[in-house]
């Protein structure tokens, strides 16, 4: 039976063999954590306790739902219209309604004007709402056929290792490799295991693109090169996972401050609340020389996107919840850049 990690779980019968299956895969996945990203005592995770000066979430918060209209702050990333222009004839005011209205062209740019410049300012924008809720049930079957791929590999190398026949390390130390070594999965800090490689199909995956590529392509400019797609999962509360420590996925390439040359796209698989452990940012951190420490934790629904500059300080908070938080990412950079801590370029954008 397939192996589904989402936010509502099935009722399974204590012994039942989904039941049994599903708690041999949990223990699988806890085994190849390294036992520095254990915790200790069977203490539950840490709860989240906001730093000094935590910012609220919605000044990084641009609409950007289909069809909704922009808000006010959304809307002034446009600028407003003369009294003259919104005196015009009402022929005029119909002819242009389509464009402006919700949905219309002139609001799809202020909300792509007030993503941008909200992203280049904090390092952080999420945009609400931008992915219609159907297209997500794709998107977590993805998810969790390459869950079971991986823990079909892991299983298989578990297996190897107990029998001797595991490929060793590089290092000559004589000890099995460990799975961050490995293609198919990378383990994080956290208690977080990161699915390197989504099998969706390549027309799901450009129709959920189309929700934030204008933002990414304004950003990067021409030739943008797709990294990889990928997934993690943070395990959920049972498996004693903490916070993760705070990171940046890429360090400065200079010390002057420059326009984003890579970025992370979020899309939670179901809703995020504090339980669930969202990501938390440090705003303005992704500018060479900043000395801000305030912070702002993304909560997010399902269809919510984040998007973040790739310099950017964050951290994943503990998941405290009772289910896994399963997220997809995208990865996109100019085209002149590679990250050598993960991998090639894979598309051309």
């Known amino acids: 039976s397939s192996f589904s990690i989402g936010a509502t779980r099935p009722h399974r019968a204590p012994g039942s063999p989904s039941s049994l299956c599903a708690m041999r895969r949990t223990r699988l996945l806890r085994s190849w954590l390294h036992p520095q990203q254990r915790r200790q005592g069977g203490a539950p995770p840490p709860p989240f306790v906001p730093e000094a000066g935590t910012l609220s979430p919605d000044a990084f918060i641009v609409d950007a739902a289909p069809n909704a209209a922009p808000d006010a702050a959304t809307a002034s990333a446009v600028g407003g219209s003369s009294s003259s222009e919104s005196s015009s004839s009402t022929s005029s005011s119909s002819s242009s309604s389509s464009s402006s209205g ?103 995956l450009d129709e959920v693109e189309a929700a934030w590529l204008p933002l990414v392509r304004a950003l990067l400019g021409p030739g943008l090169q797709r990294l990889w797609v990928g997934s993690f999962v943070a395990l959920a509360a049972s498996e004693r996972c903490g916070h993760q420590p705070w990171h940046a996925d890429a360090p400065q390439l200079f010390h002057v401050p420059l326009p984003p040359h890579a970025l992370n796209v979020f899309v939670p698989l179901a809703d995020v609340d504090l339980d669930a452990g969202p990501t938390e940012f440090r705003p303005g951190s992704h500018l060479a020389g900043s000395e801000r420490e305030d912070s702002v934790a993304l909560c997010s629904r399902a269809g919510d996107v984040i998007v973040y500059d790739y310099r950017v300080w964050h951290r994943g908070l503990a998941n405290r919840s009772d289910a896994p938080r399963r997220v997809m990412y995208f990865t996109y950079a100019k085209p002149w850049w590679r990250d050598a801590n993960k991998g090639a370029s894979t598309a051309g954008m």
């Open 102 to 204: 919700p949905g219309g062209a002139d609001a799809k740019r202020a909300t792509l004007r007030a993503a941008a410049s909200t992203l280049l300012e904090h390092g952080v924008v999420q945009l609400r709402g931008a992915l219609p809720t159907e297209a997500l049930p794709t998107l977590r079957g993805a998810h969790d056929r390459r869950l079971e791929e991986v823990l079909a590999q892991l299983a298989a190398l578990r297996e190897a290792r107990l029998l001797g026949s595991a490929p060793r390390e590089a290092s000559g130390g004589g000890e099995p490799a460990a799975p961050s070594e490995f293609e198919v999965a990378c383990v994080r800090d956290g208690a977080r295991l990161d699915l390197v490689g989504i099998p969706a199909p390549a027309a799901a």
